[in-house]
């Protein structure tokens, strides 16, 4: 893994770009939450510390669902404690996401202090996660948010299916912002807009922040959650990042589905992310080398190699 001390990519600054960006890795959760073996949970607090070790200063931990939902999550109540000293170690923001009130019980009793949930831009997808309809769910998570912002906890809203939906094809404008602007108004303190089945293109990616713009809702809330299903996932971030977005969710070596939408791959690589902002000259604090040898090891752990490319690349991979 020699090619970034090489000075590659060669940093080419664009016009227009933000300085540095977030990057919110979610590979500890929304990467392994599809995996069929169990992984233990010992591999995957190290996992996380290793995240943490290659500069990612946002990682999102595990998930306070049902275990019969999301059986690889089950171990969230002995897996957080084993990383919890990493806000106080390295500063490191560990976000958890929680479906409910019993949820958020279980999640700031170990003393979580950043909270998730997670909503649907469209009916189908509502009753296939949640099992209510859009309005039900922004209904349930009312409570859930007020609460987590009582006890000065940040609230990010995930919401699901921005760009297309498996059962209900293209997602309209409106509905998404209707529905951002629902979280927004409950309380969230950010926005991670997601392409669940990663079908979204540049220019719809540019219309949807436009039209949120226009909605007044402020561009610094939003994050995006791109999938690669389609190869889309870096040419919509670019097209993000010159809208103004500088928060971008990513998985360590490109893990990830969702269990309930089926047509979902992996997310977007982290290590390509980073060589992409690396060759814009955006800074991301994390070292590429580093995160390579984390999703190298993850891939070992995994009995499989890494979907990403710059993974491949960086480890000599075929």
Not at 189 to 210: F, M, N
Not at 246 to 258: E, I, M, N, R, Y
């Amino acid at each position: 893994m020699t090619t970034p001390e090489l000075g590659l990519p060669m940093p080419v600054p664009a016009e227009g770009l933000p300085a540095r960006v977030r990057i919110h890795e979610v590979g500890a959760r929304d990467g392994l939450q599809n995996e069929k073996a169990t992984v233990p949970t010992e591999t995957k607090a190290e996992f996380i510390r290793r995240l943490a070790d290659a500069g990612l200063g946002t990682i999102e931990a595990t998930s306070f669902v049902h275990p019969k939902w999301v059986p690889q999550l089950a171990d969230a109540e002995q897996l957080f404690p084993l990383v919890r000293d990493l806000a106080d170690l390295s500063g490191t923001s560990l976000p958890v996401l929680v479906p409910n009130e019993r949820g958020l019980d279980r999640a700031l009793a170990l003393g979580a202090t950043r909270i998730a949930v997670f909503a649907s831009a469209t009916e189908s997808f509502a009753k296939a996660n949640l099992n209510r309809t859009v309005d039900e769910a922004l209904a349930m998570f009312e409570p859930v948010v007020r609460r987590a912002k009582d006890q000065d906890a940040h609230v990010r809203g995930y919401l699901s299916m921005c760009f297309g939906d498996p059962w209900e094809g293209p997602v309209p404008v409106p509905q998404v912002v209707r529905v951002c602007r629902a979280l927004l108004d409950m309380g969230c303190d950010e926005l991670s807009l997601g392409d669940t089945i990663g079908v979204a293109t540049p220019g719809h990616v540019g219309r949807l922040l436009t039209a949120l713009d226009e909605e007044g809702i402020p561009t610094p809330t939003l994050g995006v959650h791109f999938h690669d299903t389609y190869g889309q996932a870096l040419s919509n971030t670019l097209a993000s990042l010159q809208h103004g977005v500088t928060t971008v969710d990513a998985s360590a070596g490109g893990l990830g589905g969702c269990p309930y939408a089926k047509s979902a791959t992996g997310n977007l690589a982290t290590e390509d992310l980073v060589w992409m902002l690396t060759g814009l000259g955006i800074d991301t604090g994390v070292d590429l080398d580093r995160l390579t040898a984390t999703s190298v090891w993850m891939a070992e752990q995994l009995g499989r190699p890494s979907p990403s490319r710059t993974v491949r690349a960086l480890s000599h991979q075929e």
